[in-house]
């Protein structure tokens, strides 16, 4: 069992910076992949990034490369995700996930375990 717990949300001008962090709970998530999805008003949760459970393998959503940065400490048993050049349509509840192996990363129904979300606001 893994537990998620997303933080670092808020409100933030365009152009802006965020930081997000996601703790994870349970002695085995280093051999967890990771992704970050996000869901705005409306619309249905969609991939933003993934990194294997080394953290040699990452990938993005093309809507973020370039802008966002995932990573994680395996130590600390937490995954960020470095959000850079915020745009309004950026905003959405960000949610953290946890799988067992780094295939199907861009689908939510492929991930195990979630956390709450926790809210990115980007104001134009």
């Known amino acids: 069992q893994v537990q998620l717990v997303e933080s ?14 996601c703790a ?3 002695r085995t998530f280093s051999s967890y ?10 619309k249905e949760r969609e ?3 993934a990194i294997s459970w080394s953290g ?3 990938s993005y959503a093309d809507s973020v490369k370039g802008r966002f940065t995932i990573s994680r400490d395996n130590a600390k048993n937490t995954v960020f995700l470095q ?14 996930a946890a799988k067992r192996r780094y295939s199907g990363i861009y689908y939510v129904y492929e991930y195990d ?3 709450q979300g926790t809210q990115v606001t980007v104001s134009s």
Do not use: H, I
Request: charged letters at 10%; a neutral charge.
């Open 8 to 21: 670092g949300g808020g409100l933030v001008q365009a152009g802006g910076s965020l930081r997000l962090s």
């Open 33 to 42: 992949a990771m992704g970050w999805f996000r869901q705005a008003p409306g």
């Open 83 to 96: 959000m850079n050049s915020l745009k309004p349509e950026d905003t959405a509840v960000y949610y953290c």
């Open 47 to 49: 991939f933003v990034a």
């Open 24 to 26: 994870a709970s349970g």
């Open 113 to 115: 375990y979630w956390g």
């Open 56 to 58: 040699d393998s990452t």
